[in-house]
């Protein structure tokens, strides 16, 4: 069981970027789901969040620029991220609250993605 992230890179402040994290393997249901981010120094926090019935929570810092988003079919959460600003660059990592079998197993563990970067210069 696995969380792979794709989007990302490199944008221009005002510019947008769209995230997008699939989960894989013998996954039995998925509860909440989330971005977190990791500015250099500074602690992982959280960005965004949304559970399996689709509540969202978001960060007062980017409230109204960011969107979260899931397609629980696929397995999928997406970040869409308008009017990004340089103080938006950071290592951005999704999460999610997994059941899945393992080992013949039932196994609920919080999972994290491997991380992707964001820059965005001024």
């Known amino acids: 069981v696995q969380l792979v992230e794709s989007g990302g890179g490199l944008v221009q402040a005002g510019g947008s970027l769209s995230l997008s994290c699939a989960a894989s393997?013998?996954?039995?249901?998925?509860?909440?789901m989330g971005w977190y981010r990791q500015a250099p120094g500074k602690e992982r926090e959280l960005v965004a969040a949304i559970t399996s019935g689709g509540s969202t929570n978001y960060a007062d810092a980017v409230k109204d620029r960011f969107t979260v988003s899931r397609d629980n079919a696929k397995h999928t959460v997406y970040l869409q991220m308008n009017s990004l600003k340089p103080e938006d660059t950071a290592v951005y990592s999704c999460?999610?609250?997994?059941?899945?079998?393992?080992?013949?197993?039932?196994?609920?563990?919080?999972?994290w993605g491997q991380g992707t970067q964001v820059t965005v210069s001024s």
């Open positions: 999460n999610a609250d997994l059941l899945y079998l393992e080992y013949g197993l039932y196994v609920a563990h919080k999972t």
């Open positions: 393997g013998s996954i039995l249901r998925i509860d909440d």
